[in-house]
Nanobody, 114 residues
């Protein structure tokens, strides 16, 4: 019943920007914190960012702090990840997840290369 659908991935040059979106359905979106995580080739899953249910607080991995911004629009059941100053090491499959990592989307590919 829970569905999470990521979009917005693509190819960016180093220093460029992308905005990822995650459309949620099948649960009371405004009652749950949401997260973004990523997996690069040959690496394990890395938590990237989280946001409280009402958007009142946000959290970031050290690797993206100061470059990425998580936000949400509860009226649209959507969570976003604005990615600026992209680096090649940001290349990964990006997933959004419901609180406590109980549900996952299919992921959207981000590739950062010159």
């Amino acid at each position: 019943q829970v569905q999470l659908v990521e979009s917005g991935g693509g190819l960016a040059q180093p220093g460029g920007s992308l905005r990822l979106s995650c459309a949620a359905s099948g649960f009371t979106f405004s009652s749950y914190a949401m997260s973004w995580a990523r997996q690069a080739p040959g690496k394990g899953l890395e938590w990237v960012s989280g946001i409280y249910s009402d958007g009142s607080d946000t959290y970031y991995a050290d690797s993206v702090k100061g470059r990425f911004t998580i936000s949400r629009d509860n009226a649209k059941n959507t969570v976003y990840l604005q990615m600026n100053s992209l680096k090649p090491e940001d290349t990964a499959l990006y997933y959004c997840a419901k609180a406590e990592m109980s549900s996952w989307g299919q992921g959207t590919q981000v590739t950062v290369s010159s």
